[in-house]
Every structure is written in structure tokens, then in C-alpha cells.
């Protein structure tokens, strides 16, 4: 459809790498949004922080990753026809959106931190020495999911951009346990915030 006169492609859930082998339906619809026409691509999913400083409810915009998932959806015979075989990941979370997001945060009067995004192929939840180590490595949020679908859209030649919903605290990081209901219930109640963002960062492409 359209919005504001921009022409949009909206995608519901994913396919994650904890459900079995994923990455041909990954390359399927990351690569027909690019054969749609699309130039930007923008992810969000549900975080766990790994800042004491960043808690359950706020928005962290990812500015790097690391890839703790055991494989790689770009991984075997490359498509020529949608990029290179060595694709370069410098600038694979594009710095000049990044930018303008900050910026139109700040107009909309959203908090909206910036951090490194450490991907795990779970289901389970981390462990707290796990949470240690990547804190040790730099990272500043955690997920089971994005870092696919980044590859894939960068390979192609898309402008990326994700932004995480914190939903919790990191394992260790907090006195309770888990609960992928309370994870969904605090995505829920970011979400204005979130789709505020979006709207508005639309409405600046028109």
C-alpha cells in the first residue's frame, strides 16, 4: 500500500533460525521486497537489554551486530543477480537513516537509545554467564532473530535500518525469572512509541 504517499511493503512476524532451517524462507521474502522495488529496509523485533540503563519499554536503535547464530543465510551458491559474493557489512546499519531516526526522535519526543545487537539462535533465554561474556564482547541488547534478514537485505543492496523493542532484562541483569508472556505484553505497550516513530520517518520520505 501507501502511506503519506510513500509506497510501503508491511511484513508481519518472521521466520526464525530456532524453528529449524529457515534461511531459504528468509531469503524468499527479504529478496521479493527487494524485487518489489524496495530501497529501504527496516526490522524491528523484541530485545533483551544488556544496559542497566536501558530497561523493559524503551526503543534501542541498532548501530552494529554480532552473529552468535551457527550459520549464515548467504551461505552456499551466490545469486549474482542480487549481489556479491562477498558482501561488506561496514555500513550494513545504514548511518545516514540512523541519523535522521535520531533526529526525528528527538522532534517526537521519544527516547530512542543506540546499541549493539548480539544474535543467538535460542529458544531458550540466555544464561547469565552467557549475558557476561557478551557484555565482555560490547553488546548492548540480545535476540534470537534480525541478523538474518539484515545479511539478506544488505547482500541485496537495500538501506537498512532495525529498531528494538527492550522487553526485559537480560538474564542476571534482573531478580526474576523470564516470562515470554511479560516479553510480549511489554512489546505490546512499546509499540506506540515505536509505530509513532515509524509513521513519522515515513511521512519525512514523502
Known sequence: GSLYGVGVVCLQGRAHSYEGPTFETV???VRTLKCLGCEIFVATNASGSLREDVGPGELMLITDHINL???NPLVGPNDDQFGPRFPPLDNAYDKTL????????????IRLNQGVYISVIGPNYETAAEIKAFRILGADAVGMSTVPE???AVHAGMKVAVIAIITNYATGLASTSHSHDAVVAMANQAAEKLNRLLK??????A
Do not use: G, H, N, W
Not at 540512523?98 to 519526543?109: F, I, N, T, V, W
Not at 513519522?200 to 520520505?205: A, C, S, T
Open 27 to 29: 531469503k524468499t521474502y
Open 69 to 71: 547464530q551457527p550459520s
Open 98 to 109: 540512523r541519523q535522521e531516526l535520531l533526529s526525528l526522535a528527538e522532534q517526537e519526543d
Open 150 to 152: 539484515v545479511l539478506v
Open 200 to 205: 513519522r520517518f515515513i511521512k519525512e520520505l
